[in-house]
């Protein structure tokens, strides 16, 4: 496995990345003394006034401690008006110095996407409430200026939750797995000093289109998707409502993701190519549309491009929570096809299969679809193969979750049946 | 001087062996016999009092619901059996009965036991070597040290017979599987790697027969025997006298049919009438083709983890009583072109070689002269039976995407004990704390949630703030013989440390309640 022999660097997960995706290290209980404010909808604010301003004493700490102002960034599922929405929560603690009275103090964030490269400014997220947009452009920036000032020595030591956004609303300037820098600024609007300043890395999958990405090529690809998906939908004879739904909702929310100006014509190419999809899968030409499909998507040589692909049919084959072997059998070949790397395909496919439940077991030709045997493989290709899955579960027999264990049993023991049909 | 005391604790079978004046290990029989069945039955007419051995396997007659075997599946699980209102046992508070029975009889012919080394499948997870030592303490016991069963087996064959060359042991027990490779030359052993199966052993092939008699009732009454007696959970199968005799008689056809073509099966317990019929040799290979084909498999892995061929073994030893199956040492047979051979009692080999490894383990001023002498010859060197590392986050260039992953840090088959650093960076500008993990995993796994975190409450820092990302953080892992690892997460700049000794299997604090119980 690459880590830190590979030059791009494997990065460990720590301080404040580590943070984010484990809560459990720090309380995020609030803090004492907040005042909330709502300035939208969708916003809700919480902002730390004062909280040493006399009659709450802070712990005691030296002005010179190490621990500053720290950021956290995490998600959470919440609901407003009983819709649910992903919030993006920005938590903040620390102490500020113990020498000097903030008069005038305004916390400022801003968000951009850092991916490429961790120093660089980065390409900055957008949102689309006024409110949260810089002065003149649509750049995601929050600013809390207080009408209290915070005497010398203020601060929590506990995380206090600052504000949270919906992420829905932010734009992003790329799709796929992203690091988005998060940076906070504490000023005094009385001299114009910057007091503290601190960052956060958040890394989150981008759905749909960043808003950087290549437009045309970009617009075939997810063509070539939905097409796809069609695909995996109707493998089973019949593409159902839930399914239609997770397409659509991946159309849907790849044109939002657009620009306004940008989103018709995406949203053309898209119904067009559904309906072409529709016009071929109901004439039994189900074979040559994911040909060609997979054909458009290769061509584009964009590896994000060919492995969104590959999750958004994960995602229609898991919506009924089963998996046929002929939707298995498919996902195999359109992997295959798509010359996807089989650990990657692999670390995909188990994570949103994880709660499907394999069908039918028992059938042998069935079976050998569901474990990726093909006629093509030779009987040493079968037995290597094998060996490998086999591997694979073994060791997951050994997990705490007795879940994990249960599935892994039920493949292990498809797996051996497999041995004695094919190598005997 | 204390007793040097090896033991088998079996899934379907226990043993207990002691080491000699002389440096021999020897069986210690228990109520007569040299092995002793791993049941323990709690009579509802005698409340208090727990009877363990072949009394308590014969009792699965008259009253299986008060019976409870084949928990060394469920070690470390928390899995409970209710025998009779008031008493609860689970897989640890059983396993500790069976310890207590085992030295208690011992201790009748050797004087007071102390201290133990008890072996357990190679394969078996930290939770399960710690169930292990939690039984052995719920008995009154000091576990020295807990030995791998194949380990413990080929020392025992190397004990008896002049040995050199690559061996594979194959260790095919009443309920666990495991085969391991290793380096014998005379008494220096060298353990290169371990497969197994923690689910896979007599037990299954005894169902499988269980199976073939179900169906052969469902064509004489039209309906299976599991629907004639309304079973439809494990449970039921467990409370049900009649599947407990069903269960009993097929152990025996299939030691009939080690040795004959056919052995016939007589049921009485029918509630459609009786089923007078036979079992063939061919019906039963059929019925178990599956599961040898799985040991098949872990065979060839094994020898993959080493890039060895089937040629490259100079020696396959059969240990454990389920090798007597012909079908086992025809698979073998045919995989490796030569016969296994049988150097050592299947049975008892394990409880022998463990009685060894307690020898070497113990302190020296604990052993005789001829002991000593005996024993400065061996040798054993193991191997990490499991993956460790850390989670951090990782980059993909080509999809431009950064996730959590697991890093390898030891790798499994590394000779113990062993020393690996490898270095990482911090993520971002300013960070100053660095969240410390340890993982463990049977397999390569990359992704978090298939593995193990048997530490993640650590972290390094506050580190000093103000510094760019990519600082270099060192991380070191040291496995030591006596099962414990010294990890150490160090910021290479500033020179701060976080370091912690993990014990694995080691002894945790226990809160698993006890219940009171006597042994008859």
């Known amino acids: 496995m690459a880590n830190n022999s590979d030059n791009s660097g494997c990065l460990i997960a720590a301080g404040v990345g580590a943070i984010l995706f484990s809560f459990t290290l720090f309380s995020d209980n609030g803090g004492a003394g907040l005042v909330v404010l709502v300035i939208a909808i969708v916003l809700i604010v919480m902002g730390a006034r004062g909280s040493g301003s006399g009659e709450s004493t802070p712990p005691a700490i030296p002005s010179s401690s190490p621990l500053g102002l720290q950021l956290m960034v995490s998600t959470t599922a919440d609901r407003i008006e009983n819709q649910p929405v992903k919030m993006l929560e920005f938590h903040i603690k620390g102490m500020f110095s113990a020498h000097h009275r903030i008069a005038r103090p305004r916390f400022e964030f801003r968000m951009a996407d850092v991916t490429d490269s961790l120093s660089a400014a980065g390409d900055p997220v957008l949102c689309v409430i006024d409110d949260l947009q810089d002065d003149d452009s649509t750049e995601f920036r929050f600013k809390q200026n207080f009408p209290d000032a915070l005497n010398a020595g203020s601060g929590s030591m506990e995380w206090v939750r600052f504000v949270g956004v919906p992420v829905e609303l932010l734009g992003f300037p790329q799709t796929g797995n992203r ?77 939002k993701a657009l620009p306004e100006a940008r989103r018709m014509s995406r949203h053309e190419a898209l119904n067009d190519a559904l309906s072409e999809a529709t016009r071929e899968i109901r004439a039994s030409r189900l074979f040559q549309l994911e040909a060609d499909a997979i054909e458009v998507l290769k061509n584009k040589g964009e590896p994000r491009f060919l492995y969104d692909a590959y999750e958004l049919c994960l995602n229609v084959l898991k919506t009924d929570g089963e998996a046929h072997p002929q939707e298995m059998a498919q996902l195999t070949r359109i992997s295959r096809k798509l010359g996807l790397d089989e650990t990657k395909v692999r670390i995909l496919t188990d994570r949103h299969l994880a709660d499907v439940e394999f069908k039918p077991v028992g059938d042998a030709s069935e079976d050998d679809q569901i474990l990726g045997v093909t006629d093509d493989m030779s009987k040493e290709e079968i037995r290597k193969h094998l060996n490998k899955l086999n591997k694979k579960h073994q060791a997951r027999l050994q997990h705490d979750n007795p879940e994990v264990r249960k599935k892994s049993k039920e493949w292990i023991d498809r797996i051996s049946k497999a041995r004695v049909r094919h190598i005997g | 001087m204390s007793n040097i005391i090896g033991i088998d604790l079996g899934t379907t079978y226990s043993a207990i062996a002691k080491l000699d004046d002389h440096g021999h290990p020897a069986i210690v029989p228990v109520d007569g016999e040299r092995i002793m069945a791993s049941c323990v039955y709690a009579p509802k007419a005698d409340e208090g009092s727990l009877i363990v051995g072949s009394l308590a396997r014969s009792s699965l007659d008259h009253e299986p619901e008060s019976v409870v075997k084949r928990f060394k599946r469920d070690m470390g699980t928390d899995k409970t059996y209710r025998l009779r209102p008031g008493m609860e046992l689970n897989p640890v508070t059983a396993s500790a009965a069976i310890l207590r029975k085992l030295t208690q009889e011992a201790s009748k012919e050797l004087g007071p036991i102390h201290e133990v080394v008890i072996t357990v499948p190679a394969n078996f997870a930290e939770r399960q070597r710690k169930a292990t030592i939690e039984a052995g303490s719920q008995a009154g016991l000091k576990v020295t040290n807990i030995i791998n069963e194949p380990t413990a087996a080929i020392l025992a064959y190397a004990a008896q017979k002049a040995v050199k060359g690559t061996v594979l042991i194959y260790d095919l027990g009443g309920g666990t599987f495991d085969v391991t490779i290793a380096k014998v030359n005379g008494s220096e052993i060298e353990c290169l790697t371990s497969e197994g199966d923690s689910e896979l052993g007599g037990m299954d092939f005894d169902q499988k027969i269980a199976e073939i008699i179900d169906q052969k009732y469902a064509d004489q009454y039209g309906r299976t025997l599991r629907d004639a007696l309304g079973l439809t959970s494990e449970e039921d199968e467990r409370k049900s006298t009649a599947w407990q005799s069903l269960l009993r008689n097929a152990e025996e056809c299939k030691k009939t049919l080690s040795k004959m073509p056919t052995a016939p099966f007589n049921f009485y317990e029918g509630p459609d009438g009786p089923l007078k019929t036979q079992v063939t040799r061919q ?194 892992y040291s496995y030591d013989l006596d099962q414990t690892m010294h990890v150490r997460f160090k910021d290479v700049s500033s020179g701060m440390v976080m370091e912690r000794t993990l014990a694995l299997g080691d002894k945790q604090s226990s809160t698993i309640s006890v219940p009171d119980f006597r042994i008859d």
């Not at chain 1, 007091?195 to 890394?203: C, H, P, T, V």
């Open chain 2, 283 to 476: 019906e039963f290979e059929r019925a178990i083709s599956s599961l040898i084909a799985q040991t098949e498999m872990r065979v060839e892995t094994a020898l993959d983890n080493l890039d060895l061929s089937h040629d490259d073994i100079d020696e396959v030893l059969l240990v454990g009583g389920s090798s007597r199956v012909p079908a086992v040492k025809e698979s073998l047979k045919r995989q490796f072109g030569k016969e296994p051979s049988e150097g050592v009692n299947l049975d008892e080999a394990v409880a022998l070689g463990a009685a060894i490894y307690a020898g070497l383990r113990t302190d020296k001023g604990n052993l005789k002269p001829m002991q000593r002498e005996k024993l400065s010859k061996v040798s054993v060197v193991d191997v990490a039976n499991h993956y460790y590392g850390t989670i951090s986050m990782h980059r993909d260039d080509e999809l431009g995407s950064e996730d959590l992953r697991v890093s390898i840090i030891i790798p499994k088959n590394t000779p113990l004990p062993c020393s690996r650093s490898e270095t990482f960076y911090t993520v971002t500008e300013g960070q100053q704390f660095v969240h410390c993990r340890v993982t463990q995993s049977g397999n390569d796994e990359t992704d978090p949630e298939f593995v193990t975190i048997i530490m993640e409450d650590a972290q390094l820092g506050p580190l000093p703030p103000g510094r760019p990302a990519q600082q270099p953080i060192e991380i070191t």
């Open chain 1, 179 to 255: 690091q988005i820098k998060v940076s906070l600024k504490v000023t005094d609007l009385a001299n114009g000093q910057l007091i503290a300043a601190a960052n956060a890395i958040w890394s989150t999958r981008v759905e749909g289109v960043g808003y950087l990405g290549m437009e045309e090529e970009e617009s075939e690809a997810q063509a070539a998707s939905l097409q796809l998906a069609m695909c995996i939908a109707a493998a089973d004879g019949n593409v159902d409502d839930d399914e239609v739904a997770v397409i659509k909702n991946w159309g849907d929310k790849s044109v």
